[in-house]
């Protein structure tokens, strides 16, 4: 369960794009990624019903082809009462027959949800469900309606705008407990990423208080959510940070406090070395390219051009594995682009 955690955790982090997708398709399989289950103090007194013995249900009737080496990810919480408890479970099982369309129509997939849910559990919580699930379908075609912001993509509030949107959808079709219960999982990680947009186009804030709002913010999270977005989330501030200092050619100790605030001295002196590494890499790279341009406008003949290029390429590059890297940087250059050095 932890490594499907993790693993849910990571795909989180394209909760915008497929929000986006969602408002084209409205059944397209995007919100079981971001359904984490985050870690909860189950309540007192609060049981599974015991499901059907499966090995008498024939399961392949609720699967679409895709999903027929797959068990049904459908376990709800049914308190002792028999009524349903609105959790991350429940959009996870919801979303898990959703995933069918492309497959099976509308008509088809709620003929197989209804059926599993008729075989699996009782009332009132059958009935409650099956009141969710309709709703849930409501929702998920609404989403459609959302009309694009027309603030700049990628801009904060173009993503906050869709944000507030599908917020507002949410209270048509479900009370704040249901809300609370099918999405808390993901506005945490919808707010944290509006709330690192915002700081990063902040432009009252130098890159090294972008830098320790940013790292403020990440601590805020749930632990279990930093653990398994530490790294992702650090790598795109450095990377976001470092390119708005050196756009406007800031100080290499500008560059080393910003790196300091966000990640530490030592990972900031492990990235100082790398930095080192790539810029004599790049000298290198460019001193050949150079090299290489002068005896291709030689008047050499082509055989004599290729030797020259050879030679030169096994002076300054004598492995393997740095030449078979250097054939990218040739063809970058000789079609005009960017050379792709990492910084």
Not at 135 to 142: A, D, W
């Amino acid at each position: 369960m932890q490594g499907m955690q993790k693993k849910v955790l990571w795909c989180v982090l394209g909760f915008f794009i497929l929000s986006l997708i969602a408002c084209v398709y409205w059944l397209s399989p995007d919100s079981k990624n971001i359904s984490t289950q985050v870690s909860e103090n189950t309540a007192q007194n609060l049981a599974s019903v015991p499901p059907t013995d499966h090995s008498s249900l024939n399961e392949d009737a609720y699967h679409s082809k895709s999903q027929q080496d797959t068990e049904v990810n459908c376990q709800l919480k049914i308190d002792s009462s028999q009524h349903l408890v609105v959790n991350s479970q429940t959009r996870d099982c919801f979303e898990y027959f959703i995933t069918q369309y492309g497959e099976n129509d509308l008509e088809q997939i709620k003929n197989h949800f209804e059926k599993f849910i008729q075989g699996q559990y009782l009332e009132p919580a059958r009935s409650q469900i099956m009141d969710l699930w309709a709703r849930y379908l409501k929702y998920r075609e609404q989403l459609a309606q959302i009309q694009t912001p027309s603030a700049k993509q990628q801009d904060k509030n173009y993503f906050q705008k869709i944000f507030n949107s599908i917020q507002d959808i949410r209270k048509r079709f479900f009370s704040t407990s249901e809300i609370e219960g099918l999405f808390s999982s993901e506005d945490i990680y919808q707010n944290y990423t509006l709330d690192r947009m915002q700081i990063l186009e902040d432009s009252s804030l130098s890159e090294i208080e972008k830098a320790r709002k940013l790292k403020e913010r990440f601590e805020e999270l749930p632990e279990d959510w930093q653990q398994n977005l530490q790294e992702l989330s650090k790598l795109d501030d450095l990377h976001t940070l470092t390119k708005q200092i050196k756009a406007r050619k800031g100080s290499a100790e500008e560059l080393r406090q910003m790196r300091t605030a966000l990640v530490g001295v030592e990972a900031t002196q492990r990235l100082e070395t790398l930095d080192t590494e790539r810029n004599a890499w790049q000298q290198r790279v460019t001193s050949y390219l150079n090299g290489r341009d002068e005896i291709i406008k030689s008047n050499m003949s082509d055989s004599a051009k290729n030797q020259a290029i050879q030679q030169l390429r096994q002076q300054q590059f004598n492995s393997s594995q740095e030449q078979l890297r250097l054939r990218t940087f040739e063809t970058v250059h000789d079609q005009g682009g960017e050379l792709p050095f990492n910084y």
